[in-house]
């Protein structure tokens, strides 16, 4: 999405002419760019020293490390929030461990053994980033202007939910990619109606139908 300021916009003046957002799929940072960190130490990213159990419930469990490794094309791990919980908490979904899980501290070692849930060998591919020499184009931008590593999800879910945040700031209480209330549409109010009211153009330009059509 690109807003630009109007020469009718009543906002007060502004040296910054037109605001860029790019919203790709889902990825961690360490996945994409963890291993940065051999290239800049400041950078909060892996060492190659993190690991994950197949089992969490097993002290004696094989532990899965992390590794440079990752594959442009790749087995998709689970992003439901159900599968997101396991990961974080290293513990199944249950209405149980919903009603307990500010007592569960987030240990955030399970996510092979959801992996290995979802399909066999699979906690190989999810315990994996790439080389920077592996995506250059982002090593080359990383080298030379600003990186943020502190990524956050809105909402520890799937794909729509977080793209209905960075559109209007809420999911409406979506946790998922619920087919027919996105095609009935959410009802708040998004930034682009508050840019219009503020006199400031904008645009809207996407591979695939964009979320911006999930809305009433």
Request: proline share 7%; aromatic share 12%; glycine share 6%.
């Amino acid at each position: 999405m690109v807003a630009e300021s109007s020469s009718t916009s009543a906002a007060a003046p502004s040296p910054i002419k037109t605001v860029v957002v790019l919203v790709q799929e889902n990825r961690s940072f360490d996945h994409m760019l963890g291993w940065l960190k051999n290239i800049n130490p400041e950078i909060n990213g892996a060492t190659g020293s993190e690991s994950n159990p197949i089992s969490t419930s097993d002290s004696n469990s094989t532990l899965v490390f992390y590794g440079d490794e990752a594959a442009y094309v790749d087995l998709d791990p689970g992003h439901s929030i159900q599968d997101i919980y396991e990961q974080v908490f290293g513990a199944p979904w249950t209405e149980a461990s919903l009603s307990d899980d500010s007592k569960v501290p987030p240990k955030m070692n399970g996510f092979a053994q959801n992996a290995e849930r979802l399909q066999k060998g699979m906690a190989q591919t999810v315990m994996n980033g790439f080389k920077p020499d592996a995506v250059p184009v982002y090593k080359e931008l990383a080298e030379n202007f600003a990186i943020c590593d502190r990524w956050f999800a809105s909402v520890p879910a799937s794909t729509q939910p977080n793209r209905l945040y960075v559109h209007s700031a809420t999911s409406h209480g979506a946790t998922s990619n619920n087919r027919q209330l996105l095609i009935e549409g959410y009802p708040q109010k998004t930034i682009f109606e508050s840019l219009e009211e503020a006199g400031f153009t904008f645009g809207i330009y996407y591979q695939y139908p964009p979320a911006t059509l999930f809305y009433r």
